[in-house]
């Protein structure tokens, strides 16, 4: 009789389990803090959580996500992958443009594809332009952008690299400071890019911030696409480069204008905001002076 009665309270004790293992849906938690989605489109099943609002917002820890990203330098510290703002803004010309958690502007590459999401912009290109990455069960934050056009892609390293309309998005290692845009038209494939993955538009010749009035400070570039060396120069009135003939690229505030003499004579341009190639207008490797303000 002891026996039967442990047997009957040992095949109660399973049911019981099984049951209980049946309700929890095979144990897999369905809690995501608040009811945010656990994945991004085209994840990888890499688990991230979207939540409206900006980092601020949502109380991200400090020197975290976007806060602990140096400018124009990648994302290499876990604590700078721990999350991502996409912001729909304005920055220089550009509007509407996406902005990360710092105020700096997002590109995309046209030589990338956003079906399928894939990016070719690797070793050197990477340290130009970082990609905006994600460490797996990161956050991503979305502000005026829609989850829907929201996900991530693998790279080459392994890395998840976020996208908007299925195109990669990129910082740009000359934008130094929030709102610049020196990454709008360079090389006639890098642009700002909008909430749904599109081309920003507005910036000026080869974009750049603030193109709509006279420049004030220039820098002018020995290689294209703002290569160093490079050499400055700021205030009003006719300036003469220290460098001559060597510019192929220039980076400015507004308009300006350059001459291929010194003291602003001999031949002249007139450029707004950004100019990634200087051949494209005729005046490679040909500055020896220019005019601001």
């Not at 939540?51 to 917002?57: F, I, N, P, V």
């Amino acid at each position: 009789m002891i026996q039967k009665r442990f047997a009957m309270a040992a095949t109660a004790a399973t049911a019981g389990v099984l049951l209980l293992t049946a309700c929890q849906g095979g144990g897999a938690s369905t809690d995501q803090g608040g009811g945010a989605p656990a994945a991004a489109q085209g994840s990888t099943g890499a688990g991230l959580d979207f939540l409206s609002g900006t980092a601020r917002t949502n109380k991200a820890p400090a020197r975290t996500g976007d806060w602990a990203n140096d400018p124009g330098q990648p994302a290499t510290r876990p604590a700078a992958k721990r999350w991502v703002q996409l912001s729909a803004a304005r920055a220089g010309g550009l509007d509407p443009v996406v902005v990360n958690g710092a105020g700096f502007t997002l590109y995309r590459f046209d030589k990338d594809t956003a079906n399928p999401s894939k990016s070719v912009c690797d070793g050197a290109c990477a340290t130009t332009w970082p990609p905006v990455v994600i460490a797996p069960g990161g956050r991503i934050f979305i502000d005026g952008v829609k989850k829907s056009d929201v996900g991530v892609v693998k790279r080459t390293d392994g890395s998840l690299q976020v996208t908007l309309g299925g195109w990669p998005v990129y910082r740009f290692s000359k934008d130094l400071k929030p709102g610049d845009t020196n990454g709008q038209g360079v090389g006639g494939t890098w642009f700002g890019v909008t909430p749904d993955g599109g081309k920003a538009a507005g910036g000026g010749t080869g974009g750049g911030a603030g193109s709509d009035g006279p420049a004030t400070s220039v820098t002018l570039s020995d290689e294209k696409d703002f290569g160093d060396p490079s050499e400055g120069l700021a205030g009003t009135g006719c300036h003469n480069v220290a460098r001559e003939d060597r510019a192929s690229s220039l980076q400015a505030s507004g308009t300006l204008k350059i001459w291929s003499e010194k003291d602003c004579k001999g031949t002249s341009k007139v450029v707004g905001g950004n100019v990634a190639d200087l051949s494209a207008i005729g005046f490679d490797d040909t500055i020896s002076s220019v005019r601001l303000g």
